[in-house]
T-cell receptor, first 112, second 116 residues
Framework: AQSVTQLGSHVSVSEGALVLLRCNYSSSVPPYLFWYVQYPNQGLQLLLKYTTGATLVKGINGFEAEFKKSETSFHLTKPSAHMSDAAEYFCAANYNTDKLIFGTGTRLQVFP | EPEVTQTPSHQVTQMGQEVILRCVPISNHLYFYWYRQILGQKVEFLVSFYNNEISEKSEIFDDQFSVERPDGSNFTLKIRSTKLEDSAMYFC??????????????FGEGSWLTVV
């Protein structure tokens, strides 16, 4: 079945540290891939997406993600965490249908 | 920047009552969606809508649910007889192009439904 897996429901980092949020997809045929962020009491905001072309995708707020077909992964990174990055992050995939399939989300905490 | 707007932001309803959640998608978008997120769980697809008809729906979207685009701007989700397990955040979304396009799907801020 088509699915998206996010390893780690909670990730904690210190301010200024590297952020790494993991996402793996299930299909041998790569889907379109997305990272969304949800700040407390807000909706889903697109951070970045991979469709075709360059495998390193840059998004808003200094985030980037690298599509690795050999690992069926699309991990999200940011070199230096900021307090304002604290939020829930969702990886999602579109497998040639009308819908997005979401991962279970990763809550990022940033400590001073 | 254009955005998807949803009303109400929060609604409390008695079990068995009908609820209508409203959405105004981005104006030049053609594909419309409803997703829901039960507290602490992942975001789940409910239904997609294009050209005035449902194009895809999930198992969750049973006969208690319906969608409508009553005019040129609004897109509504109706829950006919609410159950406790319908308590969730409901997200409306829209996009210009549909499946397999890689287009960004834009989400509203959600309507939080509490069934008591």
């Amino acid at each position: 079945a088509q699915s998206v897996t996010q390893l780690g429901s909670h990730v904690s980092v210190s301010e200024g540290a590297l952020v790494l949020l993991r996402c793996n997809y299930s299909s041998s045929v790569p889907p379109y891939l997305f990272w969304y962020v949800q700040y407390p009491n807000q909706g889903l905001q697109l951070l970045l997406k991979y469709t075709t072309g360059a495998t390193l995708v840059k998004g808003i707020n200094g985030f980037e993600a690298e599509f690795k077909k050999s690992e069926t992964s699309f991990h999200l990174t940011k070199p230096s965490a900021h307090m304002s990055d604290a939020a829930e992050y969702f990886c999602a995939a579109n497998y040639n249908t009308d819908k997005l399939i979401f991962g279970t989300g990763t809550r990022l905490q940033v400590f001073p | 920047e254009p955005e998807v707007t949803q009303t109400p932001s929060h609604q409390v309803t008695q079990m068995g009552q009908e609820v209508i959640l409203r959405c105004v998608p981005i104006s030049n978008h053609l594909y419309f969606y409803w997703y829901r997120q039960i507290l602490g769980q992942k975001v789940e697809f409910l239904v997609s809508f294009y050209n005035n008809e449902i194009s895809e729906k999930s198992e969750i979207f049973d006969d208690q649910f319906s969608v409508e685009r009553p005019d040129g701007s609004n897109f509504t989700l109706k829950i006919r007889s609410t159950k406790l397990e319908d308590s969730a955040m409901y997200f409306c979304a829209s996009t210009r192009q549909g499946k397999s396009s890689g287009n960004t799907i834009y989400f509203g801020e959600g309507s939080w439904l509490t069934v008591v």
